[in-house]
């Protein structure tokens, strides 16, 4: 007697391997290029200034372009452009600071007043009392002291007087004269110097960068390598612009805000400001204290000092939880851990150019990681996409036996997607990864059960949702979000099945109410995935009911209900191999429902069965199916040529 086979003891998981030499290779590799980035520094800052202004730059020279000004033209007008705004504000920063120290002196009588009015009250009492404490508790040490230097030594010649020695130091020569003014001046003017020229060579080469980075990353598939580094250039240069934009806005309002207050050299806490405002969370904040601690010492009240912490306190809020999300969406694509983590970093490798320069270029490694599969890591580690696909997030929530869960994963899902585009990209291949960890005995028999269970659960919660495409609206799609590898590979399909004809326009044979018999194969999850074929059956007007595979074993066909059954869909989840087991199945059902088309879901994508025409015709059954919206369509065609009416003769 043929019957379902009997659950097999799952093996035991073997251990994890220990750490190999690949594994202490790349540790050493991690190791070597955070040196490299410590101690080179001076090159790499340099360098990763360029890149990040060349991102900037380079839609404006697209539009030179467009121009037709020409390629070197355009290059050179934008570095120009860029050399322009960079010395003016220098010099204008200069001029601010210049100003700021000569005045400073003057703000040294208003803080001394404040600090006498502070000492003079609560502030001064409490610093008396801890005075006068502290002098008792001197005393009484020096009391002690002396009473047993007293008790235990003789008595001393004279002390000697102490003599005053003064150094005399030599006139500085004219060439560290000139070091010690013209180095501070030099060191940046170098800087600037070597960034706009490798900027000039990376705007000039981008082609042949590009083709070299393509070479490296994804020589095997060409085109869509191409089309994602271009696709990746476009994003970082769009969101390092809007970026820089929001800032100088930021510094912009900063500047006229502590104009209008009265703070002294207000150009240069907006420029402060909005170069600050690349830290982030904090760095707005921190660059308002020098303009309050400045407010403090200009003012002899403390209206100023209240008025300037006001307007940081309302400005950055405004800006990064109105504006941003308003022009270019919620969030910087990191995650939150990922933007301290990486702001420390930096900070401790690059000083305070680090912390500038943390967040553009994570975000930069982020983008980067989301179109080159060799760099996805820094997606997954950095980004904020959830760590789990939508797959390995059903198959965890079905392994753990939360239903709960799972269901409120699918209601947000289902927000964005049809449920025949959940079911199949989503419900389906977690059901595939339970069945091929249990063919592997990771999964246990009691696993199992909870994630039929919990499978039945989930399905019978979505019993009433219809299967319609969702209606999104598209200002709510953030279009600085870039699609992850796995969603690329594996592309959302919203279109959903047609509907069956009226039970009155159908053939006789399709009018009960269950005309389609789906049969679930041997596998231990294989009923679960015709119970959500006859779930969608039932949403597109088809009358569907499940039939375990122990009624169709030899011995129990016979007994098989075919009453008002015109299709019959039979599911397997793990056919693998040669499925001898499907063809006697097939065998059995031709001989007991001659005539009724059957059809073979085969739901793994890319069997041998569906690849080879030869095999699926030896195994006989009408029609082969790899998707659950497949099977449905085909049974919708099948009802809708059962039910045409004959050609008429002629």
Not at 43 to 48: D, E, R, S, T
Not at 327 to 332: A, D, K, M, P, Q
Not at 427 to 456: P, W
Not at 503 to 526: F, K, N, Y
Request: hydrophobic share 45%; aromatic share 6%; charged share 15%.
């Amino acid at each position: 007697m043929d019957t379902a086979p009997t659950p097999r003891q799952p093996a035991q998981v073997p251990p994890p391997v220990t750490p190999g030499l690949r594994g202490l290779l790349t540790l050493a590799v991690g190791v070597v290029v955070i040196a490299a980035l410590y101690y080179g520094r001076e090159v790499f800052i340099p360098l990763v200034l360029a890149i990040l202004l060349s991102f900037v730059l380079a839609p404006v020279v697209s539009v030179l372009r467009r121009m037709h000004l020409g390629r070197v033209p355009s290059v050179i007008t934008a570095v120009l452009l860029a050399l322009g705004i960079i010395l003016g504000i220098g010099t204008v920063l200069g001029t601010q600071v210049a100003s700021l120290a000569v005045d400073l002196p003057r703000y040294q009588t208003t803080v001394q007043q404040k600090l006498s009015g502070l000492q003079e009250g609560l502030l001064g009492r409490a610093n008396a009392l801890l005075q006068r404490i502290n002098h008792q508790v001197h005393d009484a040490s020096q009391k002690a002291s002396a009473a047993g230097t007293t008790a235990a030594s003789p008595a001393a010649g004279p002390t000697p007087q102490a003599q005053l020695v003064r150094v005399q130091e030599p006139d500085p020569s004219p060439l560290t004269l000139a070091h010690n003014i013209l180095g501070p001046i030099v060191e940046p003017l170098t800087t600037v110097g070597i960034v706009l020229v490798v900027v000039v060579f990376l705007l000039m080469q981008r082609e042949d960068l590009r083709n070299r980075l393509i070479r490296l990353f994804g020589s095997n598939d060409l085109h869509r390598t191409t089309v994602a580094m271009d696709d990746a250039a476009s994003r970082l240069g769009t969101y390092f612009l809007a970026q820089l934009g929001m800032n100088a806005a930021f510094g912009v309002l900063i500047g006229l805000g502590l104009w209008a207050i009265g703070v002294p050299s207000p150009i240069l806490w907006g420029v402060f400001s909005a170069l600050m405002r690349f830290v982030p969370y904090i760095g707005a904040f921190i660059s308002g204290l020098l303009p309050v601690a400045l407010a403090a010492a200009v003012d002899p009240g403390w209206s100023m000092a209240i008025w300037t912490a006001a307007l940081f306190l309302i400005a950055e809020p405004l800006f990064g939880q109105v504006i941003e999300p308003l022009l270019y969406g919620h969030s910087t694509g990191l995650s939150p851990f990922a933007v301290i983590v990486s702001t420390l970093f930096w900070g401790f490798l690059w000083g305070p150019v680090g912390l500038i320069l943390a967040t553009p270029f994570t975000v930069c490694l982020v983008v980067l990681g989301r179109h080159v599969e060799s760099l996805e890591f820094f997606d997954v580690l950095l980004g904020d996409r959830p760590p789990l696909t939508p797959v390995e997030n059903f198959y965890q929530r079905m392994l753990a036996g939360d239903p709960d869960e799972a269901r409120d994963i699918g209601e947000a899902m289902l927000k964005e997607r049809s449920l025949s585009s959940y079911y199949d990209e989503v419900a389906l291949k977690g059901l595939q990864l339970a069945a091929n960890d249990y063919a592997r005995g990771v999964v246990t028999q009691a696993q199992l059960e909870n994630i039929k269970l919990s499978c039945q659960g989930l399905v019978e919660d979505f019993e009433n949702r219809p299967d319609v495409e969702p209606e999104v609206d598209p200002k709510n799609r953030n279009p600085a979000d870039v699609p992850s590898l796995a969603e690329r590979t594996h592309p959302k399909n919203e279109a959903v099945p047609g509907q069956a004809p009226p039970v009155e326009q159908r053939s006789p044979a399709w009018q009960g109410d269950t005309p389609v018999l789906c049969i679930a194969g041997r596998g231990p999850l294989d009923e679960a995935a015709s119970t959500i074929l006859a779930q969608l059956l039932r949403k597109h007007g088809l009358g569907a009911r499940v039939a375990p595979y122990e009624t169709v074993s030899r011995g129990r066909i016979r007994e098989l209900d075919l009453s008002g059954v015109a299709m019959i869909c039979i599911s397997y989840l793990d056919i693998t191999g040669s499925p001898a087991h499907l063809r006697y199945l097939l065998e059995r059902l031709h001989q007991r429902a001659p005539g009724i088309p059957i059809l073979v879901g085969l739901w793994p994508v890319g069997e041998k069965v569906l690849t080879d025409a030869a095999l699926g015709r030896q195994l006989g059954a009408d029609i082969y199916v790899s998707s659950l919206r497949d099977g449905v369509e085909a049974c919708l065609r099948t009802v809708q040529n059962a039910s045409s009416p004959p050609a008429a003769a002629a």
